[in-house]
């Protein structure tokens, strides 16, 4: 008799714990979804820059490219409206690209970049995160056109709009 109560406690404890795996296995599930819905960013900017095709193949191995090879290196590309800007983050991703046109598109000259953090905007000094494309100078509201960068092997990269 005593045997048999305790194969009943016993059964009746695996399904109380299989019920309660259930439970927390649909809140965790509920948490989840609830942390993805309220963590995702929704990006507002209005990029007034004019929309072109972007696709520029990148060979690390030309010299004009030899920079890029090494984490925080950077170079200028055809392509865009007014070139491109590649930088090696040296982190992931790997390389950035950005368009060299002025976000707020009253420029007919083409930002420039000093291998510091931001691009700056040569008619009206503002400046731009390389990391982000965030506006540094207070008031602007566009951020800089970034481009995507593909990784085909060591040496090709592949630059495309996203």
Partial sequence: MRL????????????????????????????????????????????????????????????QYINLQTPSGWAYANGGLKGIIIQNTGLTPKYKAFERACPNNDCALPMTFDGSLKLKCSCDNSEYSIIDGTPQTSGNTQFAREYKVNTINSKTLIITNF
């Fill in 4 to 63: 048999y109560t305790n194969v009943q406690n016993i059964c009746n404890l695996q399904s109380f714990t299989n019920k309660l795996h259930t439970i927390t296995m649909k809140n965790l599930l509920l948490l989840f979804v609830c942390f993805l819905f309220f963590s995702c960013e929704k990006n507002d900017t209005q990029d007034i820059l004019p929309n072109i095709d972007v696709n520029v193949t990148i060979n690390l191995d030309l010299p």
